[in-house]
Structure formats: structure tokens, C-alpha cells
């Protein structure tokens, strides 16, 4: 089936949000966590996070203008700090409420049912149910004149995980941190590791680092 | 265990690199096919992609200033036109190898074993192998000036896949599509489904669309 152009305007609002948002696949799920300055925190539940740059390091996300996320922008462009933090699957339930439109005076932290967690010198909550948090502080805001999103550029400045979960590579293994995906804006998914492979080079077969063999 | 800003500098590069890509857990994996003005066909694996909106239907991706990918801009920035094609556990290990650096006049199409697709009225190459595949037109490029990255937005002008993928809300089914998710630049990872949940609201506890409860 061929689906073009004409035939995205012709279709249901609700339909081309769910065809749009789930086509592409799997996306980086990240409970982002905020304060405003008037010290209420603020919990978001964020699909569109992706990776800007190692050096710094860097991560991306988009706001929607008319976003559920208001409360989040806003406290990120006040205060400067915000966390990541990753969804288990005994509690993706309560991560999906999250994205429920409360009020502003709401803090998604009491509500959704997890604990606040500080670190010193970092200003924005992170969620202690969470096996890898991230802290961030703003470093760019870019508008997308196309559809009036906002890009937010963060630098990673706080990780705070078990050191079992790093390997000696530095890679952050998600299956031991039960780290959850997600396609689409509601459908939740637990994974299975393929494969690992060796950085690819011209005329040379991947080589597989560790897991399994597909033939 | 807490990491933080200073430590970042300390590290090993390959290290700080696979601990920053692999940090924020499954991303969207997405092969991008091009075509070049002469004619040279282009594969890159890329897992930057990310939702920029469904009205119009909007994604975006980086580029990295020194990257592999530095045909696939080119192509995109002359030609206007690019793919983004879903890779399937079968062959998750030639797609890998398509994000190694050959050179401009060689097409990772042929090298890798992809066929190519073409659809009447678009110019740029889809892949037969994978089962679903995304025709855009490039609509925007965004200077990242921190760490000289490129975003690209473009507008989804073409979808091709199995009416049976597409549910009858809209919902594309990726456990059916076997769209495989990547963590870092080199792990590949099949998905089981949690749940699907209905839309968030205030007072409510998340309504349960299909897949398992958690208890």
C-alpha cells in the first residue's frame, strides 16, 4: 500500500496523530523532571528525546506549542536544570499518567506516586524509582518555524546510576536497568538483545561483540 | 554512584562516545536512502530520528559534522528527497555495515545487498527488504552552533507498507513489521509488548488497550 501526501489531510485527526507518531518506531521514552521557581516540581513523560553530540555531551528534545508539557518548558527556561530519568516496566502505568494535563500547582511526583530524588548543586528533582537519571542543563532553545515546536538543547552535566550497570566500554547496559520503550504515544515495550557488532569498516563483515547470531 | 562534568573530560574519547550514545536507552533506527544528483544511490544508518509533529507530518534527524553520513546530507540538501526505512532482525548486520565510511561513488545499496525501491513521482530510493518505508521531503535545515550539528526536518510525503501493519485507529504494529530498536551505536535489541494505554487523564488511573498487565 502506497499512502501519499493528499491523503494525510483527508484523514481524521486522531488516526494521522496515531499513523505519524507510531510509524517510525521505537523512541527514547525519558520521564523528564522539573522545578519551578516557586519550588513546585513537575513531572513530564517525553518520547522525543534524541542524541545531539558526545563532546559535549548533548540531548535534544521537542515541545509542542499546545503541548501538555507547558509546565515543563517553562520551568527549564526559568531555572536552567532539568533531569531524565528511565521507565521500568513495573511502573509504566503510573509514568503514562504523567502526561495527563494537571494543573500547574499539581506536582506529578505526588500524584503519579514516586520519590523525589537531590543531588548537591543540581537544582531539578530526579525520580528515585528510576535506575538511570540523567541531569541536564539548558544550553539552547531553537524554534521550528515550521510548526512552531521548540527544540531544547541540553548539556548532560549529572549521572547518577548503579556502577554495575556501565561496562568497562563505558557501555550503559538497559537490559539490567530494565530501561522501557515506546512507539507511538501509548504502547509500552520491554526488549531482547540481537547482537552487539564491532564498529563497521568498508570490506570487512561486522564482527558480532556478544549476543546472538541471526543467520 | 554519581558522574559528573569534570569527569566527562577525564575520559577515554571511545569511552565518554559509547557512554553518551548508549546513556538515554532505545532509539529510532532508521536506514536513510538517498540519491545523488549523478545518479549514485546512498545508505546510512542513522538513530537520531525523532517526532517533530503529525500536522504536517514532520521528522527530524542529525548529522554530525565529520560523520560517515556526510553523503546522505549531501544528497538530501541537492536533491530534496530521502527515505527512512525500518531494519528487520534478518539483516540487522548488513545494515550496520552500511554505517561504514565507503566512499561517495560506492552505493551501500549494492554492497550491503539491499534492493531498491522506487515509487512513481519520488526520486529518492525506498528499500524492498524492509517492511516499512517513509518518503520525505526535506523542508528545513537547522545549524546546531554548539557543537556544529545539523538538524533536518522533512515532511513525510510517502509511506509504503502492508495494509495489514496499519491498525484501524491508525497504529502501526512494529512487533508484526519486526522493527528492530538500537541503544548506543551498535546494539540491536527486538521489542515484547507491555501494554498499550489509553490517553492520560487527570484522575484517572491509565486504561489498558491491549497487552499485559503489570501487577
Known amino acids: ?53 558526545a563532546n559535549p555531551p548533548l540531548l535534544g528534545m521537542v515541545f509542542r506549542p499546545d503541548g501538555p508539557d507547558h509546565d515543563t518548558l517553562k520551568n527549564i527556561e526559568s531555572v536552567g536544570y532539568y533531569t531524565m530519568n528511565n521507565v521500568l516496566p513495573e511502573w509504566y502505568q503510573q509514568a503514562h499518567q504523567a502526561s495527563a494535563r494537571y494543573p500547574t500547582e499539581i506536582s506529578e511526583f505526588d500524584l503519579c506516586g514516586f520519590k523525589k530524588l537531590y543531588t548537591k548543586g543540581f537544582k531539578a528533582p530526579f525520580i528515585q524509582e528510576s535506575t538511570i537519571r540523567i541531569g541536564l542543563e539548558l544550553r539552547d532553545t531553537i524554534d521550528v518555524e515550521i510548526n512552531n515546536t521548540t527544540i531544547v538543547i541540553g548539556e548532560i552535566t549529572h549521572i547518577l546510576l548503579d556502577d554495575a550497570l556501565i561496562g568497562p566500554d563505558g557501555y550503559v547496559d538497559h537490559i539490567q536497568a530494565k530501561t522501557v520503550t515506546v512507539a507511538g504515544l501509548d504502547s509500552y515495550f520491554t526488549t531482547n538483545p540481537l547482537g552487539r557488532l564491532a564498529y563497521a569498516k568498508p570490506n570487512q563483515q561486522p564482527g558480532v561483540l556478544n549476543g546472538t547470531e541471526i543467520s
Chains 1, 2 share one sequence.
Request: glycine content about 10%; cysteine-free; aromatic content about 10%.
Open 1 to 53: 500500500m502506497i499512502i501519499t501526501s493528499n491523503q494525510f489531510s483527508e484523514m481524521e485527526k486522531h488516526y494521522r496523530t496515531t499513523l505519524i507518531n507510531s510509524l517510525p518506531g521505537y523512541k527514547t521514552l525519558q520521564m523528564v523532571g522539573t522545578i519551578s521557581e516557586d519550588g513546585i516540581t513537575n513531572l513530564g513523560l517525553f518520547n522525543s528525546v534524541f542524541h545531539v553530540g
